[in-house]
């Protein structure tokens, strides 16, 4: 079945380690997002792809970074500077750069807690 | 900057008509949706509305859309303890991703 697929689910770090979340899609979209979620503050954008090997700072990415080397992948790194990483992360892909109506689609979520 | 505002929480009984509202300030919007976000999970698209409406039913959901005040309702007929969850609706500007509300958490009581 077609989707996007996150991985861990849970994750616990310890302060001072980088750790990286994995998302992977197979619905052939061009565009790739990272949002993290805290409790009654909405989904807010970290990093964006619309194109294999570019990608774009959202409104949050300090103390993250992404790659996109391949069209179905999207890794995005918590890396140690950045200063309250405990938070449910979210990845989606949107075929928007074919015209369609710019639904996005999600995975299941990465839940990092650091310890 | 865009702007999207939602009420944090929502109480109906079971039977039911559940109405949550968002506001937004950008009134460039081609799309604007709402998601549905069950506890642990993603999200899931519910239902959306292309800008040049003003209302749109599917089944039980209703959207209302009111471009000169820039507000968005969905309205769920019938509520049900499976519609239990958070509920966001977000907007399309069209420039890079969707801005997302805060969020309203439907609760709904047996």
Redesign the interface.
């Given at each position: 079945d077609g989707g996007i697929t996150q991985s861990p689910k849970y994750l616990f770090r310890k302060e001072g380690q980088n750790v990286t979340l994995s998302c992977e899609q197979n619905l052939n979209h061009d565009a790739m997002y990272w949002y993290r979620q805290d409790p009654g503050q909405g989904l807010r954008l970290i990093y964006y792809s619309q194109i294999v090997n570019d990608f774009q700072k959202g409104d949050i990415a300090e103390g993250y970074s992404v790659s996109r080397e391949k069209k179905e992948s999207f890794p995005l790194t918590v890396t140690s500077a950045q200063k309250n990483p405990t938070a449910f992360y979210l990845c989606a892909s949107s075929g928007l750069a074919g015209g369609e109506t710019g639904e996005l689609f999600f995975g299941e979520g990465s839940r990092l807690t650091v310890l | 900057g865009e702007d999207?505002e939602?009420s944090?929480f929502l109480s109906v009984r079971e039977g039911d008509s559940s109405v949550i509202n968002c506001t937004y300030t950008d009134s460039s919007s081609?799309?604007l949706?709402w998601y549905k976000q069950e506890p642990?999970?993603?999200?899931?698209?519910l239902t959306?509305i292309f800008s040049n409406m003003d209302m749109k039913q599917d089944q039980r959901l209703t959207v209302l859309l009111n471009k000169k005040d820039k507000h968005l309702s969905l309205r769920i007929a019938d509520t049900q303890t499976g519609d239990s969850a958070i509920y966001?609706c977000?907007i399309?500007t069209?420039r890079?991703?969707?801005?997302?509300?805060?969020?309203t958490r439907l609760q709904v009581q047996p």
């Open positions: - | 999207v939602q944090l081609t799309y949706y642990g999970a993603g999200l899931q698209l959306y966001f977000a399309d069209g890079r991703a969707l801005t997302f509300g805060s969020g």
